[in-house]
């Protein structure tokens, strides 16, 4: 039984490997420079080139290796060029440009700033954004003049956070994420109840219809559903957001209803001759008990709210009432180019909050997992 258990570690361990390397790329992603961002093959480890460039120490990016002696010229009217040795002669730089296939050529007068070695590498200054590309300075060393060393950008993360108003974006978020559990913990509980704890005609009937509106995708509810919010003047707010979680949901009616069944019946019987109405049977007895169940619908609840897109991106047309999933699209979609390593910086930043309520609720979650469904 042992040598079973440790075969299926050793099947399931690379498996579970694989459905890591999105998150271990985003986390790189967001520790490095821009011009490791994306950069094929993958860069996994962020590192950090220096060099002296015009007599300054510098970050630099390494572009290429001189595979023949070259040339540092200055030309007047096309500024700093790197050009073949052979391109230069006697203060007259030659300049081949392909224009509509054809090579033309020309002779600028230039002035020798620099003779360069074959083998030497081409650098540049690193900048933190792709827009100041045409302003980084360069120059052309030795490789052995380059170093190169581990180093983790963890300016991306205060880059990422002044790019957008990421703590009103938080603000919102977090607010509707606290309605939607609220109104989802009431409403499904309160339901679950009387699914589960009292006997009247058509019960079992009306919970498989229920359940059978998990069938129902949500594309073919979505244009009905916003024509309804527009006609009550809800569009542009954040209540249908809210609001429909106070109306129940199948999957959690279903949840806590199995849990409700593992409760002894005896509970309840005792507190009915004791005069307890069902209202309080429901708030004094059954919720205290289903303290794990409702955790589990609460952090479902919470992470589906806080990684919600669709719904923001229907609803909301103003910027300040954007939530944290909306503002990373319009983040990505207003800086023209995307810019991956703030983009990552800013994921990872989202992702933080998930990571850190799960691991502190994990107890709970997994108590209300295991014992959901069974019923006592």
């Given at each position: 039984?042992?040598?079973?258990?440790?075969?299926?570690?050793?099947?399931?361990?690379?498996?579970?490997?694989?459905?890591?390397?999105?998150?271990?790329?985003?986390?790189?992603?967001?520790?490095?420079?821009?011009?490791?961002?994306?950069?094929?093959?993958?860069?996994?480890?962020?590192?950090?080139?220096?060099?002296?460039?015009?007599?300054?120490?510098?970050?630099?990016?390494?572009?290429?290796?001189?595979?023949?002696?070259?040339?540092?010229?200055?030309?007047?009217?096309?500024?700093?060029?790197?050009?073949?040795?052979?391109?230069?002669?006697?203060?007259?730089?030659?300049?081949?440009?392909?224009?509509?296939?054809?090579?033309?050529?020309?002779?600028?007068?230039?002035?020798?700033?620099?003779?360069v070695?074959?083998?030497?590498?081409?650098?540049?200054?690193?900048?933190?954004?792709?827009?100041?590309?045409?302003q980084?300075?360069?120059?052309?060393?030795?490789?052995?003049?380059?170093?190169r060393?581990?180093?983790?950008?963890?300016?991306?993360?205060?880059?990422?956070?002044?790019?957008?108003?990421?703590?009103?974006?938080?603000?919102?978020?977090?607010?509707?994420?606290?309605?939607?559990?609220?109104g989802?913990?009431?409403?499904?509980?309160?339901?679950?109840?009387?699914?589960?704890?009292?006997?009247?005609?058509?019960?079992?009937?009306?919970?498989?219809v229920?359940?059978?509106?998990?069938?129902?995708?949500?594309?073919?509810?979505?244009?009905?559903?916003?024509?309804?919010?527009?006609?009550?003047?809800?569009?542009?707010?954040?209540?249908?957001?809210?609001?429909?979680?106070?109306?129940?949901?199948?999957?959690?009616?279903?949840?806590?209803?199995?849990?409700?069944?593992?409760?002894?019946?005896?509970?309840?019987?005792?507190?009915r001759?004791?005069?307890?109405?069902?209202?309080?049977?429901?708030?004094?007895?059954?919720?205290?008990?289903?303290?794990?169940?409702?955790?589990?619908v609460?952090?479902?609840?919470?992470?589906?709210?806080?990684?919600?897109?669709?719904?923001?991106?229907?609803?909301?047309?103003?910027?300040?009432?954007?939530?944290?999933?909306?503002?990373?699209?319009?983040?990505?979609?207003?800086?023209?180019?995307?810019?991956?390593h703030?983009?990552?910086?800013?994921?990872?930043?989202?992702?933080?909050?998930?990571?850190?309520?799960?691991?502190?609720?994990?107890?709970?979650?997994?108590?209300?997992?295991?014992?959901?469904?069974?019923?006592?």
């Amino acid at each position: 039984m042992e040598r079973r258990a440790w075969l299926w570690h050793f099947i399931l361990a690379p498996l579970a490997a694989v459905f890591l390397f999105p998150l271990v790329w985003m986390v790189s992603t967001a520790l490095k420079p821009v011009d490791q961002a994306m950069r094929m093959p993958p860069v996994w480890i962020p590192r950090a080139h220096y060099a002296v460039v015009e007599g300054e120490r510098m970050r630099v990016v390494p572009r290429r290796t001189n595979a023949v002696e070259s040339v540092i010229v200055d030309v007047d009217t096309r500024g700093r060029m790197l050009l073949p040795a052979d391109a230069y002669h006697e203060g007259t730089a030659v300049v081949v440009r392909m224009i509509g296939g054809l090579a033309r050529t020309n002779a600028y007068a230039a002035r020798l700033k620099k003779r360069v070695p074959a083998g030497w590498m081409l650098v540049m200054e690193e900048l933190t954004t792709i827009s100041a590309e045409q302003q980084r300075r360069w120059d052309c060393v030795p490789p052995e003049a380059v170093e190169r060393r581990v180093e983790l950008a963890w300016r991306n993360f205060a880059a990422a956070v002044r790019a957008i108003p990421f703590g009103r974006y938080t603000l919102n978020t977090l607010m509707l994420c606290l309605l939607t559990m609220l109104g989802t913990t009431l409403s499904n509980s309160l339901v679950a109840y009387g699914f589960a704890r009292i006997d009247w005609p058509g019960r079992d009937f009306y919970f498989a219809v229920t359940l059978a509106t998990m069938m129902v995708p949500f594309p073919v509810t979505m244009i009905s559903l916003y024509a309804l919010f527009k006609n009550l003047g809800w569009v542009g707010t954040w209540l249908p957001l809210w609001v429909p979680s106070f109306f129940g949901g199948a999957f959690n009616i279903f949840l806590l209803r199995q849990f409700y069944l593992s409760i002894p019946n005896d509970l309840t019987e005792a507190a009915r001759i004791d005069g307890c109405s069902e209202f309080q049977i429901y708030w004094r007895i059954i919720l205290p008990l289903s303290k794990p169940a409702l955790a589990v619908v609460a952090l479902f609840q919470f992470m589906g709210t806080w990684n919600d897109f669709m719904g923001p991106l229907l609803y909301l047309n103003d910027q300040n009432k954007f939530t944290l999933s909306l503002g990373l699209q319009f983040f990505q979609s207003q800086s023209g180019g995307t810019e991956w390593h703030l983009l990552m910086a800013a994921s990872t930043l989202m992702l933080l909050p998930i990571l850190v309520l799960f691991f502190f609720t994990q107890k709970q979650f997994i108590q209300g997992i295991v014992t959901t469904g069974m019923k006592g």
